[in-house]
């Protein structure tokens, strides 16, 4: 039995809290590991350490800081493998689906190392007489990231890349559901060179988040994980006076327009909506066909795909999805399906009852998909993170427009159309931060940044690209005289650049 503590200056350490709980294996239901669960002193002690290596970190020249982000790609290459086998083993995607959450993770690494380039400061020469101004980035200090069970390598790795190569110190809370990959990453740094006590991972609940929300060292947070939770985190962490970023859930729609292509949006849509059994915060969860004739020819073509969808252990690589996270998990999704049943809508396809042979234990349902959803139902208001698809009949493109507009969250949404002008207009209408035109996971490339509208993000700064290196750095504006120009005596007017 593997038994995870937390890693700290530089080390594994184990817990001394007292409490654990156990790291499930939900491909075949059997208990893999336990993690410790952190009090508020073992955090304070990771800050502590953080605190003191961070000021030569900090000091450290920027090119010689991503030199380890460097050498860290390198190893990750080195180690791919057993990273996405314990990946797979701990969430359940499938081990082709856990390369990719390391993939997109490296993929903001690599520009990372343009952060000698990112962090550059402004200057204007003669910004009044003898007066030149100039600005400089400078770290926070000590910074936390708070990541949800679903990408346990991406996030973290979205949030640790851009907060070291900016000069911080950066204490981990991964989720406690996977908490395997997220060690194995501390340890490659340290092994690439970053230097002891740089990177913590303090593991644990909300009894270690709290701790985080209100340690005065911790100088920013950026969370990701379900909206109630992302808007305590935020109100609170901004209440201490920190800088807080706050991603939360979804329910991501995909128009799909009279003249789209109705093989490549089926396509694009099973993946979308049941890849990784719908545990994306960018998957597709309501399908919105415009017209009944649109709806019709589309559900003839989707509901075979939705009914063969080959459900699978994580290690077998044929398979399109695993199982569910864990056990409430897989109650909580059926528990949707059933209240969907309930409100009204057509079950069209079932997958409850579906058991994995040779698997029983595990936390496996088959796709689901309902037609006649309508916009009061809860199995439309809410997220329901699992392999289920509603689909909304819009009558008209401005009805489903409306659809995406009105919804409570805005993460990601997608438009499946031949037609230029009906996928601009619906880029510049839509009220959601991330779209995609016959793109149905439209993440934005490392360069770009990622973050929701509405309730799907609270705060202002935007995940990579060039937002993480303002998030993960403060500005500092000098402006400087040299001492010709004091030979003139006091001021006592305010000094303007006129
Ligand atoms: P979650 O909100 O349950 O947990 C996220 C983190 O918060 C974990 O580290 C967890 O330990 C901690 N946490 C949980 N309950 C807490 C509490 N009461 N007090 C303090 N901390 C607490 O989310 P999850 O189930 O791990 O992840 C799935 C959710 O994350 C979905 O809603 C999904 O849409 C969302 N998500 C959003 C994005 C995005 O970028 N917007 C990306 C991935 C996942």
Avoid at 166 to 178: H, T, V
Avoid at 184 to 212: C, H, Q, T, Y
Avoid at 272 to 297: F, L
Wanted: with cysteine; proline share 6%; hydrophobic share 40%.
């Amino acid at each position: 039995m593997i038994e995870y503590g937390h890693f700290i200056g530089g080390k594994r350490v184990a817990g001394t809290s007292g409490r654990k709980q156990d790291v499930m294996q939900p491909m075949d239901g059997s208990v893999r590991a336990t993690v410790a669960l952190a009090s508020a002193q073992e955090l304070r002690a990771a800050v502590e350490n953080a605190k003191a290596a961070q000021l030569k970190w900090g000091a450290t020249n920027p090119q010689r800081r991503v030199r380890v982000l460097m050498k860290f790609l390198e190893l990750v290459q080195r180690d791919y493998e057993e990273l996405a086998d314990i990946l797979a083993r701990e969430h359940g995607k499938t081990i082709a689906d856990a390369r990719g959450d390391i993939q997109r993770g490296l993929e903001v690494v690599e520009v990372c190392i343009g952060a000698p380039h990112m962090m550059k400061g402004e200057f204007t020469d003669g910004a009044g007489p003898g007066i030149d101004t100039y600005s400089m980035r400078q770290p926070l200090g000590v910074v936390a990231g708070i990541t949800p069970f679903n990408f346990p390598a991406m996030i973290p790795l979205w949030k640790i890349a851009p907060a070291l190569a900016c000069g911080n110190a950066f204490i981990l809370k991964p989720s406690e559901r996977d908490p395997g990959v997220p060690l194995r990453i501390a340890e490659l740094f340290i092994e690439a060179g970053l230097p002891e006590g740089v990177l913590n991972v303090v593991n644990g609940d909300k009894e270690v988040v709290d701790a985080i929300l209100d340690d005065p060292d911790i100088k920013a947070i950026g969370f990701v994980g379900s909206t109630p939770i992302a808007q305590y985190i935020y109100a609170r962490g901004c209440a201490a006076g920190k800088r807080v970023q706050c991603f939360g859930g979804a329910k991501n729609h995909m128009i799909i327009m009279p003249d789209a292509d109705m093989d490549q949006t089926v396509d694009a849509l099973i993946g979308a909506g049941y890849g990784s059994a719908g545990e994306r915060c960018m998957a597709i969860s309501v399908a919105v066909p415009v017209g009944n004739d649109t709806a019709n020819r589309l559900m003839e073509k989707l509901v075979p795909r939705v009914e063969s969808l080959k459900v699978g252990p994580s290690t077998d690589s044929s398979a399109d999805f695993g199982p569910l996270v864990t056990a409430q998990a897989l109650e909580r999704v059926k528990g949707y399906v059933d209240l969907g049943v309930k409100e009204g809508a057509k079950l069209v396809v079932d997958g409850r009852g579906f058991k994995m042979q040779g698997y029983e234990d595990g936390y496996y349902m088959g796709g689901c998909l309902f037609d006649n959803v309508t916009a009061d139902m809860r199995i439309y208001k809410e997220e329901i993170f699992g392999p289920v698809l509603s689909v909304v009949r819009a009558p008209t493109y401005e009805n489903a427009i409306k659809l995406a507009n009105d919804h409570e969250m805005g993460n990601g949404v997608a438009i499946f159309t031949r037609d230029g002008d009906a996928a601009r207009d619906f880029a510049s209408r839509v009220q959601v931060g991330m779209v995609g035109v016959n793109v149905p996971i439209p993440v934005p490339i490392a360069y770009y940044t990622f973050g929701g509208w509405k309730a799907s993000s609270f705060g202002d700064l935007n995940q990579h690209g060039p937002d993480a290196f303002r998030f993960y750095t403060k500005t500092k504006t000098v402006t400087s005289r040299w001492p010709s120009g004091i030979k003139d005596g006091a001021e006592f007017v305010i000094p303007t650049m006129n």
